[in-house]
């Protein structure tokens, strides 16, 4: 089993900065993938922004510029860098991974548990 425990949320003024972390642990070979996805009341889960083992990127149109995620293999851990931060920000932030739990197993994709981000005008 894998656990995803963020940390990091909070309340923040327009423009202002936050950075979200979070910490993969348990049966863990590799993690293929680390990201973020968030979800407004009433809408759906986004993706935010997420990073490959390899280095590649991708990004949400809505916070290129502003964002920027990051990751620690040595600790399992990714990073969400959040500047310039909008009212429209505002959401449960959720961490992913994409795990293998053993050199020749399939992925899995699990969750975080989630993480408010609250950004006033």
């Known amino acids: 089993q894998v656990q995803l425990v963020e940390s990091g949320g909070g309340l923040v003024q327009a423009g202002g900065s936050l950075r979200l972390s979070c910490a993969a642990s348990g049966s863990i070979d590799s993690i293929n993938v680390f990201g973020w996805h968030r979800q407004a009341p009433g809408k759906e889960r986004e993706l935010v922004a997420e990073?490959?083992?390899?280095?590649?990127?991708n990004y949400a149109d809505s916070v290129k510029g502003r964002f920027t995620i990051s990751r620690d293999n040595a600790k399992n851990t990714v990073f969400l860098q959040m500047n310039s931060l909008k009212p429209e920000d505002t959401a449960v932030y959720y961490c992913k991974a994409i795990v293998r739990v053993g050199a020749t197993s399939p992925t899995f994709r699990y969750w975080g548990q989630g993480t408010q981000v609250t950004v006033s005008s």
């Open positions: 990073l490959s083992s390899g280095g590649s990127t």
